[in-house]
């Protein structure tokens, strides 16, 4: 088993900039790729960007392409997003997930999840 919590969720405006983090516990974080997927109301979740075991392959969703950063720390145990030039649309409850790194935009492909953390970004 694997705990992932969020946290740096928060309200900024438009424009600002947010730092997420996944702190793992349990069973070796390293071992897994790491996605963050997030849910705005009324929709479904979308995948925002993911990172391989070991940090050297990132991938991003077109929307977030150029404005959000993935990394990781295995020796912390912990995972990041960077958010920067955040939109409206961006409103969301973020999530971070583990899983093997096979079908990585797929959140069926991630075996654990977090509780997530909201972010609002006002216009």
């Known amino acids: 088993q694997v705990q992932l919590v969020e946290s740096g969720g928060g309200l900024v405006q438009a424009g600002g900039s947010l730092r997420l983090s996944c702190a793992a516990s349990g069973r070796t974080f390293s071992v897994y790729a790491m996605g963050w997927f997030r849910q705005a109301p009324g929709k479904e979740r979308e995948f925002v960007a993911a990172?391989?075991?070991?940090?050297?392959?990132?991938y991003y969703a077109d929307s977030v392409k150029g404005r959000f950063t993935i990394s990781r720390d295995n020796a912390k145990n912990t995972g990041y997003l960077q958010m920067n030039s955040l939109k409206p649309e961006d409103t969301a409850v973020y999530y971070c997930?583990?899983?093997?790194?096979?079908?990585?935009?797929?959140?069926?492909?991630?075996?654990?999840w977090g509780q997530g953390t909201q972010v609002t970004v006002s216009s």
């Open positions: 990172v391989s075991w070991n940090g050297g392959s990132t």
């Open positions: 997930a583990a899983g093997p790194f096979l079908v990585i935009t797929d959140g069926g492909n991630y075996d654990y």
